[in-house]
Every structure is written in structure tokens, then in C-alpha cells.
């Protein structure tokens, strides 16, 4: 699994643990949600601060 981070459009490197875990996290939110199935292909989250 591919765990990309961006900041500001500054992409920040990330080693396999957070890697991992942001992907694990990501994924099992996602599919816990109605309508999202386990074939997907790419999970994308935009966070925008207000």
C-alpha cells in the first residue's frame, strides 16, 4: 500500500510505520462506511483547515 502525504503542496517523506498506519486507518474507516466496497483502488482524504 502507497500513503502519500502533502502539506501546503510540500510532500513529506514518510517511513513504513506511518505508512502503514495511516493506510490501515484510512482503509478500515472507509470501508466501514455504506456504498464503499473492498475492490477499490485509491482512498483520497483532503483536509482543509476553516
Given at each position: 500500500?502507497?500513503v502519500e502525504l502533502?502539506?501546503?503542496?510540500?510532500?513529506?517523506p514518510l517511513s513504513a510505520f506511518?505508512?502503514?498506519?495511516?493506510?490501515?486507518?484510512?482503509?478500515?474507516?472507509?470501508?466501514?462506511?455504506?456504498?464503499?466496497?473492498?475492490?477499490?483502488?485509491?482512498?483520497?482524504?483532503?483536509?482543509?483547515?476553516?
Amino acid at each position: 500500500m502507497l500513503v502519500e502525504l502533502k502539506v501546503d503542496d510540500k510532500a513529506i517523506p514518510l517511513s513504513a510505520f506511518p505508512q502503514d498506519f495511516m493506510g490501515n486507518v484510512a482503509v478500515a474507516m472507509a470501508q466501514s462506511l455504506r456504498g464503499v466496497g473492498g475492490d477499490w483502488k485509491e482512498i483520497e482524504i483532503r483536509v482543509v483547515r476553516d
